[in-house]
């Protein structure tokens, strides 16, 4: 048997001693294969480690004579909180300005998602999307807002069901308020026509 196989071995049983510790009877039908499917289930959520986000958008740079806001709207994500590791979600914004370069659109939800597959708070995320696309495309700006519904608050503690948290993270040209501005404007206009 290899090491990965007895380090998972034993995480199987780790989580079958919580669950008697909990009160419940971990050989029972329901619960027969909730460690293992726990176990699996807890790799994808936190599969973002092994991601490069940095090669996530290099691998789709193109030279494009284009010097205006470029935004991707409502890009849905779901994390796990480091404090509860209970998740959550919501959605992310992302804009830039291009510098003689831009990205494949279906690079930046993979961004995002690569960085939502770890354990997360959100104002580290926004802030960690932001840094990595300005440092690899070099655009003039970049800016990016998260709202997300947080379970450690809904589900306990203070049970708050209705609020939500927003966080930004502008860099560049972004931080000047006529750019800001106009990004958020587009950002919260509901609008969309195709």
């Not at 995480?11 to 293992?36: A, F, N």
Request: hydrophobic content about 40%; glycine content about 6%.
């Amino acid at each position: 048997m290899s090491l990965e196989d007895r380090k998972w071995q034993e995480h199987e049983q780790s989580i079958r001693r919580l669950l008697v510790d909990l009160g419940e009877e971990p050989t029972r039908d329901g619960l027969e294969k909730t460690p293992q499917r726990f176990l699996r289930s807890l790799q994808f959520l936190t599969s973002g480690y092994q991601k490069n986000v940095a090669e996530i958008l290099q691998q789709a740079l193109f030279d494009v004579d284009y010097q205006d806001m470029v935004v991707v709207h409502s890009i849905e994500f779901y994390s796990l909180c480091e404090h509860h590791l209970l998740p959550f979600y919501g959605k992310v914004h992302v804009g830039y300005i291009p510098n003689q370069k831009v990205v494949g659109l279906s690079k930046i939800p993979r961004l995002v998602d690569a960085f939502a597959r770890r354990l997360q708070v959100q104002e580290r995320m926004t802030r960690q999307i932001a840094e990595t696309m300005q440092m690899v495309l070099q655009p003039q700006g970049v800016g990016v807002v998260m709202e997300a519904f947080h379970f450690c608050m809904m589900m306990r503690g203070v049970e708050k069901q209705d609020s939500f948290t927003s966080t930004s993270c502008m860099q560049g040209v972004f931080q000047k308020p006529e750019t800001r501005q106009e990004f958020l404007y587009l950002v919260h206009s509901k609008t969309k026509s195709f």
